[in-house]
């Protein structure tokens, strides 16, 4: 483990109960992987599950973690992000309060501040959902 829980906040803007991300388990300069417990107490839960948007936003703080930990010794510091777009979007499950998924972001293309991410999101082996987001950040 890269990032423990109790320090994620440094490396992502979202504050609770906004943070959806617990751990950063592995990083380099492309590929990022998190892992996040979902709570009872999480804002994003229907019936149990995880909405959708919640996975989404998962992708977009594990690209956050991950960018902000292997810039961390750059002028490339980030402040904040922005979605700018999601496309090719796949659901196949949602997760349920009690699980924990895991996460696994890959960078496609960076042209300035701005990044096109692949996302994968899994329960154990089960893959949940894969999008492609736009990410925009500020220095």
Same mark, same amino acid.
Not at 3 to 29: S, T
Not at 34 to 43: M, R, S, V
Not at 87 to 99: A, F, I, T, V
Not at 111 to 119: D, H, K, R, W, Y
């Given at each position: 483990?890269?990032?423990?829980?109790?320090?994620?906040?440094?490396?992502?803007?979202?504050?609770?109960?906004?943070?959806?991300?617990?751990?950063?388990?592995?990083?380099?300069?492309?590929?990022?992987? %998190?892992?996040?417990?979902?709570?009872?107490?999480?804002?994003?839960?229907?019936?149990?599950?995880?909405?959708?948007?919640? &996975?989404?936003?998962?992708?977009?703080?594990?690209?956050?973690?991950?960018?902000?930990? %292997?810039?961390?010794?750059?002028?490339?510091?980030?402040?904040?992000?922005?979605?700018?777009?999601?496309?090719? &979007?796949?659901?196949?499950?949602?997760?349920?309060?009690?699980?924990?998924?895991?996460?696994?972001?890959?960078?496609?293309?960076?042209?300035?501040?701005?990044?096109?991410?692949?996302?994968?999101?899994?329960?154990?082996?089960?893959? &949940?959902? %894969?999008?492609?987001?736009? &990410?925009?950040? %500020?220095?």
């Amino acid at each position: 483990m890269i990032i423990e829980k109790k320090h994620i906040g440094r490396y992502i803007p979202q504050r609770d109960p906004f943070i959806m991300v617990d751990e950063l388990i592995q990083a380099n300069d492309i590929r990022f992987v %998190t892992k996040f417990y979902i709570d009872e107490k999480n804002l994003f839960l229907d019936h149990q599950e995880l909405r959708e948007f919640a &996975l989404i936003e998962n992708i977009c703080q594990s690209s956050a973690a991950g960018l902000s930990y %292997t810039r961390r010794n750059s002028h490339k510091r980030f402040k904040d992000g922005f979605l700018g777009g999601i496309k090719n &979007l796949k659901l196949n499950c949602l997760p349920r309060m009690g699980e924990t998924i895991t996460t696994e972001v890959e960078i496609i293309h960076e042209f300035e501040n701005m990044f096109l991410i692949s996302g994968s999101v899994y329960q154990g082996e089960e893959l &949940l959902l %894969t999008c492609e987001v736009k &990410l925009a950040a %500020t220095y």
